[in-house]
């Protein structure tokens, strides 16, 4: 059984950081891809960033490209996610995700190829 769980999340003031981190059990945490994702309120959940399971690809949404930093430990089984200059819009409730196994180290943008998430971490930025 896999078990996400995210910590690290909490009210920051505009420009600031908070570091989210998922600690992953269950399965291997080899062969596959860790991806964020968030969800603020009335909105659909929308891609953050995503890592393949090597660490070497990554990607960013546009909106957080240059602020954001995804970053993981196979040793430990954890994703981290920077989050630099912070802006009321990063508002959101946060999840990481783990995807199936990959035969690459490609990292899906798409929430369809995670099927496993956690239950999520309050982020909220105030102006």
């Known amino acids: 059984q896999v078990q996400l769980v995210e910590s690290g999340g909490g009210l920051v003031q505009a420009g600031g950081s908070l570091r989210l981190s998922c600690a992953a059990s269950?399965?291997?945490?080899?062969?596959?891809?860790m991806g964020w994702f968030r969800q603020a309120p009335g909105k659909e959940r929308e891609f953050v960033a995503t890592?393949?399971?090597?660490?070497?690809?990554?990607y960013y949404a546009d909106s957080v490209k240059g602020r954001f930093t995804i970053s993981r430990d196979n040793a430990k089984n954890t994703v981290d996610l920077q989050m630099n200059r912070l802006k009321p819009e990063d508002t959101a409730v946060y999840y990481c995700s783990r995807s199936g196994p990959l035969a690459t180290s490609y990292a899906p943008i798409s929430a369809t190829s995670y099927p496993y998430w956690g239950q999520g971490t309050q982020v909220t930025v105030s102006s």
């Open positions: 269950g399965r291997t945490f080899t062969s596959i891809a």
């Open positions: 890592i393949g399971w090597s660490g070497t690809n990554t």
